[in-house]
């Protein structure tokens, strides 16, 4: 079945520290890949994606994702993270061949805090 | 450039009443709808989908149901709220085809 697994619930991090949040998918055939971000009481915006080509993908806000086929991974980076990237992630995977619903599959999310 | 807007922001209904909330995409033709709800630490549970007008299709079996009147509105409705129906409420919409999502601010319920 396919899912996405994000093994990290909660995060803290200093102000300037660098960032990794994991994803780990399970997927019949190379997914497109997703990392959203939600503030409190808002919806989700998206970060970054990937489809096909470099595995390495530059998003908004100085975010950047890998893609490990090896490893079915597609972790979420940031070199200095700021107070105001307090918020939670959530890594989604979408079929690319899914037809016409294009539905997406989404991790349980990881809560980043940011201490000062 | 698209827009999707959702209102209420926020509901505050008791047991046993209705539920109606709405949620309209601008800027685009024909898009994929989604509604979600969202519980406190559980992630995203995908609700109904719509590919075209009159077109849904449930994920979940619950009270709720979800219409489509038009191409870019997208209903959710309830006849009888349960305390299970309080959430975080996210509608979205995609394009057809793989690709990402575009999300809603959201509606915040609280069944009391």
């Known amino acids: 079945a396919q899912s996405v697994t994000q093994p990290d619930i909660h995060i803290t991090v200093s102000e300037g520290a660098s960032l990794e949040l994991r994803c780990n998918y399970s997927y019949g055939a190379t997914p497109y890949l997703f990392w959203y971000v939600q503030s409190p009481g808002q919806g989700l915006q998206l970060l970054l994606k990937?489809?096909?080509?470099?595995?390495l993908v530059q998003g908004i806000k100085g975010f950047e994702a890998e893609f490990k086929r090896s490893q079915s991974s597609f972790n979420l980076r940031k070199p200095s993270v700021h107070w105001s990237d307090a918020a939670e992630y959530f890594c989604?995977?979408?079929?690319?061949?899914?037809?016409?619903?294009?539905?997406?599959?989404f991790g349980t999310g990881t809560l980043l805090a940011v201490q000062p | 450039s698209q827009t999707i807007h959702q209102w209420p922001a926020t509901l505050v209904q008791p047991v046993g009443s209705p539920l109606s909330l709405e949620c309209t995409v601008e800027g685009t033709s024909n898009p994929n709808l989604y509604w979600y709800r969202q519980a406190a630490g559980r992630g995203l549970q995908l609700l109904f989908y719509?590919?075209?007008?009159?077109?849904i299709s449930s994920e979940v079996p619950q009270n709720l149901s979800a219409s489509r009147p038009q191409d870019r509105q997208f209903i959710l409705s309830s006849k009888k709220l349960l305390l299970s129906d309080s959430g975080f409420y996210l509608c979205?919409?995609?394009?057809?085809?793989?690709?990402?999502?575009?999300f809603g601010p959201g509606t915040r319920l609280t069944v009391t």
């Open positions: 989604a995977v979408g079929a690319r061949y899914g037809g016409a619903t294009n539905k997406l599959i």
């Open positions: 979205a919409w995609s394009s057809r085809g793989p690709g990402e999502q575009y």
């Open positions: 990937y489809f096909s080509g470099d595995t």
């Open positions: 719509s590919v075209g007008i009159g077109q």
